[in-house]
């Protein structure tokens, strides 16, 4: 049954301008976006827009193509990918046939592809929502349907050369979007399992001791050992000499040293792998010349399971500057230690990702002799639109100037007295020429507008020039082109008809400041 | 529960490529995707973005916004909306909460969020996937899950003005896709209406009759008239004098002086209404030079009930040329009488649209003295992608030049003999150079790669570019750039690196036949 009183109350919390409908003669229901969702419209479409804009055009850049998989897979497809995460799925309702449920993600969905496509090496990019049944927290950004902005690259590579092009992706994508002052926390699922072996955490405690140390950024070391030792029942020692693994960052070349100085760990082989791979990517990050981004940081665990190799994820203080104690305490208290990352701490990430090379396997059926088919290795990275969206409007001064439409032209006709008819017919006419010219035109539409009403509307729509049709000049084949905002002296040029489309196009150039549109401008400032 | 045997009879149906998964350590189904959904990739993205990208840029041109609402609403959102068709809504699982429903159309959403947010007028353009529980018809492009790419205008403008705006729109659209063989039908609900009134057919029945009256572009008027007669029992009397009116086709100048030949007809309210909206628009289609594409046709009724006003639909002898029998009969009935349209009858349309001004009033509330507000009324055109999109791959010859990548340049390393090192960074430094100047470059994820390799990667991408890296010329700072497919002895220009982008740009230029990209000549190609 359907609870009227539930969505009453969440309406009010979640809908400001839900319309009451208490009468009989109006739906009974209020109107809203069910909880968790809601409409995009408005400047915000500008910005969003340019922002996939320039990621899109970032992956094309590197080779990558896009796909586009259903909103909904079968449930079999989801169900034992994201542990206990796994609650928070959609599932669409048993109408007879297929059980399905709404994409939780865009990782594994594109693993489904390149298992059931038997692709063996594939770039690709994914810009679509997906959907999480969790409790939102609107002001966080936290929504039940949100946006998902994928690359990964899958194939059987040379070590770690997909894996530092995936970094240079992360960077170029924020340095982009006019945002400079990040850090890459990076890491090894290889090197954590090493540390927690050599620290004595068994196999089967690895996940629950490594999902412990995944909130180093959030809570303090004291806090983060009470859970290991109290909730997950490790001993003390144990959860002291991880302290003193975990704490261990800075630059790549500094931490790799400090690694290399504990012998237990190079002789541990989870470890040993991992710290080679990182070292073989440094050369290749210089040559990016990304390094000075990196922060290689012993704490970064990251909660997905399915990680197998570096993990990495983009922090800035902009993005969510720290405001509970836990997180103060410990910033204070790690500003005592020249720590790189510290001073990013609690920050939530921007963008993050891993290499998993095991999930597309979970798809892979075997061979005529039984065998199973090798999995295909991937590495991705996945940005997070709405964090860097809210980012960008944080420019206020340049978001003023984004509107939501692009009209550039507003066609007026200007008369009166004695069979003035309006020039309704032909303001389309003029519009008409603009448009087949690919030149954003609006006209008021009404048969007879006074000067003043055609004035607001251009105003309003923001467009830098009129053409106005003027009742004598009009039928002499004549236009007037008139730059906006010029002060009412201003009169225009007059010009014929048939040269106009070429005269506008050259006067939008003009008042083109910087060959930059204002999205352009906003999202290049710092 | 999981019913995995009709799981996998559907797939063996549905799915080409599933791979087989019989054995125990694999997945315990078929990989597919759900009935009614496919993955896109590939070179239909390039194409079908470029359609997105057509109809995007001429939305704007027209001062349109674009909004992006839920992919679920409150199921009281659309419930009430699509008559028996809200069979085919797909609901999701009553999880606690909210009940929710996966949007069957935009039309509805928009309207939905007009009046949530009580907006006065807007011009939006959404393109967006939309669900429909139907019976998938692959082959006839009938899928569960397709886009729809809907602009509308909502505002109380003067009669007849933004619905010739739109149907501009929609010839734009259709000829910037190079489709201009195509037929607007043009029809009146008010018309209709009226002539089922002077024939006889009460106010309860008009909607039932109307339906039937839509089939005659797919049946031929004897089973129509059957069906009048027999399913929805009208007198014969009444049957065949409908027949009388809806056989009237042609230009809108003829079929209007037809109809005023009617005395009933212009004394009745609606049709009389109605006939004086179109004369209006005439002038308008003018101005828009599009009356040329229009036929009046009284045969059109189009099955949503929510249309008040103009209706239309575009059809084309392409887009899916009649098979059955009961289409070819009519065919041939028709061309007896000289018909504008007939050539097109049967053919599925590629974009519709009508005027709907009650739609938003339905989610309306009542004002402070309890009186209902007053709706807005809607005019708008959906475009067919999908169907769009099969015409379009029909262009052979330039569909098989697309790429599904934008890769520009390769970047190769030729070298050998003692210390070759296969020059990874050197590579990775030049494309980090050539990405950040916005130049889609590749290169193999190989430390060493042998010339043969490189330069088939290269051909599989399809850049026209590569910049070589010689184990001698690298190090004095020089590359090669040689323009692709031009034969082996074509050495190509050995460049200095600090020269090397702009030396690049210049010749992606020179390489642009008459400008226009691969995909660009696809859509414009007739």
Redesign the interface.
């Known amino acids: 049954m359907?609870?009227k009183t539930?969505?009453m109350a969440?309406s009010i919390k979640t809908?400001k301008?839900?319309?009451?409908?208490?009468?009989s003669?109006?739906?009974?229901?209020t109107?809203?976006?069910?909880?968790g969702?809601?409409?995009?419209?408005?400047k915000d479409?500008t910005v969003r827009?340019a922002i996939f804009d320039h990621l899109t055009?970032?992956f094309?850049?590197?080779?990558?193509?896009?796909?586009?998989?259903?909103?909904?897979?079968?449930?079999?497809?989801l169900s034992g990918k994201y542990g206990e995460d796994s609650k928070l799925i959609?599932?669409?309702?048993?109408?007879g046939?297929?059980?399905?449920s709404?994409r939780y993600d865009l990782t594994v969905p594109f693993a489904?592809?390149v298992?059931?496509?038997?692709i063996s090496n594939i770039k690709r990019y994914h810009i679509a929502?997906v959907?999480r049944?969790d409790q939102p927290a609107m002001t966080k950004g936290r929504m039940r349907?949100f946006y998902q902005c994928d690359f990964d690259i899958a194939?059987v590579?040379?070590s770690m050369?997909?894996d530092?092009?995936i970094l240079?992706i992360l960077t170029?994508g924020l340095l982009g979007l006019g945002i400079d002052n990040f850090k890459i926390k990076l890491n090894h699922r290889k090197i954590l399992d090493g540390i927690f072996q050599v620290c004595g955490v068994t196999d089967d405690d690895v996940r629950k001791v490594s999902s412990a140390v995944d909130k180093l950024d959030k809570l303090p070391w004291d806090d983060v050992k009470k859970e290991m030792v109290v909730e997950k029942n490790q001993p003390e020692e144990v959860a002291d000499k991880i302290g003193t693994f975990v704490k261990i960052n800075g630059t790549v070349q500094d931490v790799l040293s400090k690694l290399k100085s504990f012998d237990e760990l190079m002789n541990n082989e989870s470890a040993k792998t991992g710290i080679e791979e990182i070292e073989t990517m440094t050369?290749?990050l210089?040559?990016?010349?990304i390094d000075q981004f990196i922060s290689f940081d012993m704490s970064l665990a990251r909660g997905l399971d399915y990680y197998t190799g570096v993990i990495y994820e983009a922090v800035t203080e902009q993005s969510a500057p720290p405001t509970d104690a836990a997180e103060k305490k410990l910033k204070s208290k790690k500003k005592n230690n020249n720590d790189d990352a510290s001073e990013y701490v609690g920050v939530g990430s921007i963008a993050a990702g891993g290499r998993y090379d095991n999930l597309v396997g979970?798809?892979?059926?075997?061979n005529s002799k039984?065998k199973?088919a090798p999995s295909i290795p991937c590495v991705g990275v996945s940005f997070g639109i709405e964090r860097l969206f809210s980012l960008i409007k944080q420019r206020q001064a340049h978001l003023d100037k984004i509107r939501?439409?692009?009209?550039q032209v507003y066609i007026m006709a200007f008369g009166g007295g004695d069979g003035w008819t309006g020039f309704?017919?032909?303001r389309?006419?003029v519009a008409?020429m603009l448009?087949?010219a690919?030149?954003?035109?609006?006209y008021l539409?009404?048969?007879k507008a006074n000067p003043r009403k055609q004035f607001d509307a251009a105003e309003k729509?923001g467009c830098p020039i009129a053409v106005i049709l003027g009742k004598e000049e009009f039928p002499n084949g004549d236009v007037r082109v008139k730059v906006l905002g010029q002060g009412d002296d201003n009169e225009g040029e007059l010009i014929k008809l048939e040269n106009m489309v070429e005269y506008v196009s050259k006067k939008l150039q003009e008042v083109k400041v910087d060959g930059l549109s204002d999205v352009e401008r906003l999202l290049q400032a710092k």
């Open positions: 359907f609870n539930r969505i969440e809908t301008k839900a319309l009451s409908t208490a009468t003669n109006a739906p009974a229901f109107l809203k976006t069910p909880k969702t809601k409409d995009w419209a408005d479409m827009s055009s970032l094309k850049s590197h080779g990558g193509v896009t796909i586009d998989t259903p909103v909904f897979e079968l449930r079999e497809i959609y599932n669409l309702e048993d109408q046939g297929e059980l399905t709404l489904r592809f298992a059931m496509n038997g929502k959907y049944r349907e194939g590579y040379d050369v997909p530092a092009e240079k170029s050369e290749y210089e040559a990016f010349k979970m798809f892979l059926g075997t039984g199973k939501p439409t692009s009209t309704l017919p032909e389309m006419q008409g448009w087949d690919g030149i954003e035109s609006e539409y009404k048969k729509s």
